[in-house]
């Protein structure tokens, strides 16, 4: 039984050839290079002056701190709004939660662009948004090309990444711990907070590193909504790739975005392992 089992895993492994030995080559491992090469080599010779010059213009430093802020608030907005939400679909009967579940899935099947576009037309000074609240006596000013604007999107955006992976880890939850705890004396808060809360951690690390990392490289949606006023990390790259032909300052900015992404992966995953060698408690 043994072998019959490792011949079906051999199997299995089988098809993940493809993905190893093509993709990965021509589209992680290829372009990683030649980030490295633009980054690190000036007509063939070794030199760090991209480098020097990254840490020393003060326009990358500012675009890469309004990087890291906007996608630690979405992740925190997504955490706080897409948690409730996930908490109740896991009470409701499954048909009803597979209904409400596809509610957040169908924006997700428009383009990324159309969804952005979109906002713009509702955040204009004559959109419906400053409309509505002009009607309840309330001035906002200008909604377009604020932060404001490029957290309303993101948050948008990314929403329905918190809540599917938090959603699904409450669903694998043995109902007979929840009884166990009410048994035992705890009322509903206490039940929540000793047992559904720390079972629940890998769901909300997943939804925390799929929401953090592309919040924090994205460039549509800031550029869309937030022009020149609120400059992203992934903006400057973009620019520096396509208008300034710049390859080596755009490579420079791409290894520090990558690792930073890497190190909040690294984060979330020893996190992760550290929640599963307590027993999934967080005390």
């Not at 992680?28 to 480098?51: K, N, S």
């Not at 597979?98 to 004559?126: E, G, H």
């Not at 710049?246 to 909040?264: A, E």
Request: hydrophobic share 55%; charged share 10%; aromatic share 12%.
């Amino acid at each position: 039984m043994q072998r019959k089992g490792t011949v079906i895993d051999v199997k299995r492994a089988r098809i993940a050839y493809p993905y190893i030995f093509v993709w990965m080559p021509l589209f992680i491992v290829a372009p990683m290079i030649f980030v490295l090469y633009y980054a690190l080599f000036r007509d063939g010779q070794f030199t760090l002056d991209f480098v020097k010059q990254v840490f020393s213009d003060t326009t990358y430093v500012p675009a890469l701190w309004n990087s890291v802020w906007i996608a630690l608030v979405t992740t925190v907005v997504c955490l706080l709004a897409g948690y409730p939400v996930a908490y109740i679909l896991s009470h409701m009967k499954t048909r009803t939660a597979a209904l409400v579940s596809m509610l957040f899935i169908l924006p997700m099947w428009m383009n990324m662009l159309l969804r952005t576009l979109a906002w713009k037309i509702l955040l204009y000074d004559d959109g419906i948004i400053i409309n509505v609240l002009s009607w309840f006596g309330i001035n906002s000013g200008q909604l377009l090309y604020t932060p404001g604007a490029v957290l309303i999107a993101t948050i948008y955006d990314f929403l329905p990444f918190m809540i599917l992976p938090i959603y699904t880890t409450l669903m694998k939850i043995d109902s007979s711990h929840i009884e166990a705890a009410h048994d035992l004396g705890a009322n509903g808060a206490q039940t929540f907070m000793k047992v559904v809360l720390p079972q629940s951690v890998p769901g909300i690390i997943s939804g925390i590193t799929m929401v953090f990392v592309p919040a924090m490289s994205t460039f549509a949606v800031s550029t869309m909504l937030g022009g020149k006023k609120v400059l992203l990390l992934g903006q400057v790259i973009e620019e520096k790739f396509l208008a300034n032909k710049s390859f080596g300052v755009g490579s420079t900015l791409s290894l520090v975005l990558i690792v930073l992404v890497i190190l909040s992966m690294v984060i979330m995953r020893s996190v992760d392992r550290e929640n599963g060698r307590e027993g999934g408690t967080l005390w």
